[in-house]
């Protein structure tokens, strides 16, 4: 199994369209899918912007969290709505897009945010 990803930046770099195109083209071995991990940033980092923090007296004693998997999250407005009428303090996000083209190279995470 692979290990956590630990390493945040404030913006995912996107690989270049040649660098795509190359791992497109490849073999698709193990050893080629490890090569392009270990030397491709968005499959090693995480994007992590911290939202400003109110004042210490204002934090919660529970949490609401929420587990969603999004589908690329193609209605961001209608997501949005529906998240904050749900009242989670956490979302945890799966298969959220970034430079894909089935969500028309939006980085869907971002635009929800």
């Keep these: 199994m692979r290990d956590p990803v630990r390493q945040t930046t404030r913006s995912l770099p996107t690989p270049s369209r040649d660098a795509r195109e190359v791992a497109a083209a490849g073999t698709r071995s193990l050893q080629e899918h490890a090569e392009l991990v270990a030397s491709w940033d968005c499959l090693t980092h995480v994007e992590l912007r911290q939202p400003p923090v109110a004042s210490k007296a204002a934090q919660p004693n ?49 635009d929800l945010a």
């Design 62 to 110: 529970a949490l609401t969290v929420a587990a969603w998997n999004m589908e690329r999250c193609k209605r961001v407005p209608q997501t949005a709505d529906l998240l904050r009428q749900s009242g989670a303090d956490i979302v945890l996000a799966t298969e959220m897009d970034h430079g894909m083209a089935r969500s028309g190279q939006h980085h869907t995470t971002r």
